[in-house]
T-cell receptor, first 112, second 114 residues
């Protein structure tokens, strides 16, 4: 089945230790998104790619970076995680910018 | 700036009851609205997508309606089951100026009691 896959499902890191979260898709969609969701809050868009065109949200901290080496994969790098970065990180895709979004299962990040 | 509100934040109903979840948005210039389900600690599962030109969409026991002019959408769940227990979120996509900037509500947490 076509799907959005995120690895790992759970990630524990230490304060200040870089971490990379992975997302892959078999849907061959053009757009990939990264969202941050904290407990009982709405998902917050961090950035998105249309193909290789990267778009950063104005309020996304510089501590967060992203890479999309090919259509199928997208990575979220947190260079120096702080306690406030503990959250669920959600990857999503859509065929085009206006289309339905499909989400992966998420990665729960814990910062010690 | 688009604001999306979902009231109530939590809802508890007995099994078998029909129920309605509400989603309100402040800017009616939307392209589409999507309803999602989120189980605890999991990602979002797409339930229904309504285009701005549509009034409703149906899938099984779910029916979503859209009244763009009044800035409202409802998700109707018929004959609720314990397996419907989850948080339901609505998300609004703008009609212009950055279609990727979807705005989510904070969700309604539904508990269906056996």
């Amino acid at each position: 089945d076509a799907m959005v896959i995120q690895n790992p499902r759970y990630q524990v890191t230490q304060f200040g230790k870089p971490v990379t979260l992975s997302c892959s898709q078999t849907l061959n969609h053009n757009v990939m998104y990264w969202y941050q969701q904290k407990s009982s809050q709405a998902p917050k868009l961090l950035f998105h790619y249309y193909d290789k065109d990267f778009n950063n949200e104005a309020d996304t901290p510089d501590n967060f970076q992203s890479r999309r080496p090919n259509t199928s994969f997208c990575f979220l790098d947190i260079r120096s995680p702080g306690l406030g970065d503990a959250a669920m990180y959600l990857c999503a895709t859509s065929r085009e910018s206006r289309n339905e979004q499909f989400f992966g299962p998420g990665t729960r990040l814990t910062v010690l | 700036k688009q604001e999306v509100t979902q009231i109530p934040a939590a809802l508890s109903v007995p099994e078998g009851e029909n129920l309605v979840l509400n989603c309100s948005f402040t800017d009616s210039a939307i392209y589409n609205l999507q309803w999602f389900r989120q189980d605890p600690g999991k990602g979002l599962t797409s339930l229904l997508l309504i285009q701005s030109s549509q009034r409703e969409q149906t899938s099984g026991r779910l029916n979503a309606s859209l009244d763009k002019s009044s800035g409202r959408s409802t998700l109707y769940i018929a004959a609720s089951q314990p397996g419907d227990s989850a948080t339901y979120l609505c998300a609004v996509r703008p009609n212009s100026g950055g279609y990727q900037k979807v705005t989510f509500g904070t969700g309604t947490k539904l508990q269906v009691i056996p």
